[in-house]
């Protein structure tokens, strides 16, 4: 299988933008998603192939895809999106692969 | 309301046997693959597997072929998840995930299984 690299951590101020890069070979023929884990708590879904948000979820999160990169981006971030979130994509035998997971911390 | 419940902590000595379960409800159970996904202390997420309820097709991933099994009783609307023989190593968080379309992604998740490994 292949990997998704992310970088492990992402400082905000509240109000401002984050931006979440997740990168990997088999992007540009494979969907994305990409999921929220508070502390203590199990994963939830914010983005599915690659822009689609699930209802729910707030309009500041938002997807994008370019090439081998896709882009989680969160507008007007608040305290309580201070979480870990991680990309995830399958691969051609159907083996779901996660990103290494990227921090966001709220400044 | 699709609902995803899994069993609670486990505390086990190196060798034991396991078997953790979710149960599935809110939904066609038969319907969807369920996955598992270990979080081992402080670290990401990993798949390690998925199984479609209603055949009992299991698929596993490299790193967990061999280690694991995954099975399902589509009567009682459950999946699972066991070991015969725990390592320290097996200490993790383990979370059951329902299959949104088709191989793709994961849209609803269990709450998680803490497994302990200690002698």
């Known amino acids: 299988s292949y990997e998704l690299t992310q970088p492990p951590s992402v400082s905000v101020s509240p109000g401002q933008t984050a931006r979440i890069t997740c990168s990997g070979d088999a992007l540009p023929k494979q969907y994305a998603y990409w999921y929220q884990q508070k502390s203590g708590q199990a994963p939830v879904l914010v983005i599915y192939?690659?822009?689609e948000r699930p209802s729910g979820i707030p309009e500041r999160f938002s997807g994008s895809s370019s090439g081998t990169t896709v882009t989680l981006t969160i507008s007007g971030v608040q305290a309580e999106d201070e979480a870990d979130y991680y990309c995830?994509?399958?691969?051609?035998?159907?083996?779901?692969?996660f990103g290494t997971g990227t921090k966001v911390t709220v400044l | 309301e699709v609902q995803l419940v899994q069993s609670g902590a486990e505390v086990k000595k190196p060798g034991e046997s396991l078997k953790i379960s979710c149960k599935g409800s809110g939904y066609s159970f038969t319907s969807h693959w369920i996955g598992w996904v270990r979080q081992m202390p402080g670290k990401g997420l990993e798949w390690m597997g998925i199984?479609?309820?209603?055949?009992?097709?299991?698929r596993y991933s490299p790193s967990f072929q061999g280690q694991v099994t995954i099975s399902a009783d589509k009567s009682i609307g459950t999946a699972y998840l066991q070991w015969s023989s725990l390592k320290a190593s097996d200490t993790a968080m383990y979370y059951c995930?329902?299959?949104?379309?088709?191989?793709?992604?994961?849209?609803?998740w269990g709450q998680g299984t803490l497994v302990t490994v200690s002698s």
């Open positions: 192939e690659d822009d």
């Open positions: 995830q994509s399958a691969d051609s035998s159907g083996a779901f692969v």
């Open positions: 995930a329902r299959d949104g379309s088709g191989l793709e992604y994961f849209d609803y």
């Open positions: 199984i479609y309820p209603d055949d009992s097709d299991a």
